[in-house]
């Protein structure tokens, strides 16, 4: 497993020198085995069900739907679980002029304490993060399974644009069609409603049985 983890290391250690030949090969190598490690832990949170063709690229199907860790640093505020990205930067705001129309929602950050929004907390903010992570954000495109069998609709992200691309990589089975993937999840829900369906008939049918068993003995009893 180890051996395995290095050699994908190398392989995108080797990718990176060779786009910036500037940088020694050791720091590419141990910026790569930083990311590799990084992966191995978003590989433990989500599993990637399925990938679907979404206009030039791909969407994720996922197991489960991220939960972000919130903290407040700088005039922003912005949560992640090591993989996607969600961020708020702090703005101006009057009766007329409010983010979100004004909408109000708290956030909660990884110390417990609680930011009441109200218009003042803008969505934005990620040239910001890209700084604290040393990394690129990049917008991507995901929902779990079981949010597009009640819409089959999609969700924006924003994400580790190096680490998202590294995850997708781990993932070798089919990439689908949008409209058929749609088609799939469906057909499979219908073949479980009618299984559960054919079994309950088959409880009733054996129930039937039975009692017309018991029935045919008790005339059987008064004939004889």
């Known amino acids: 497993m180890e051996n395995n983890l290095k050699s994908i290391a190398l392989k995108i250690a080797h990718k990176k020198f060779k786009s910036n030949p500037d940088i020694e090969f050791s720091v590419h190598l141990k910026q790569s085995w930083d990311i590799v490690n990084k992966i191995e832990i978003i590989k433990r949170k989500y599993k990637i069900l399925a990938l679907v063709k979404f206009n030039d690229g791909v969407a994720l199907v996922l197991d489960k739907k991220p939960e972000l860790i919130y903290k407040l640093i700088g005039g922003i505020i912005f949560g992640t679980d090591g993989l996607f990205y969600d961020c708020y930067e702090y703005g101006s705001c009057d009766k007329n002029w409010k983010a979100f129309g004004g909408r109000k929602f708290d956030i909660k950050l990884e110390n417990g304490e609680i930011i009441n929004c109200y218009g003042q907390w803008w969505h934005g903010g990620f040239n910001k993060v890209e700084k604290l992570i040393g990394r690129k954000i990049g917008h991507a495109t995901a929902k779990t399974i079981n949010g597009l069998k009640e819409c089959y609709v999609f969700s924006g992200y924003e994400v580790d644009f190096l680490l998202f ?37 088959e409880q009733a049918k054996k129930s039937l049985i039975k009692e017309v068993k018991e029935k045919s003995l008790i005339i059987k009893n008064e004939l004889i």
């Open 165 to 201: 691309n590294e995850f997708i990589k781990t993932y070798s089975g089919i990439v689908y069609p949008y409209r058929e993937y749609e088609k799939i999840i469906k057909f499979d829900d219908m073949r479980r409603k009618l299984s559960n369906e054919i079994y309950k008939l």
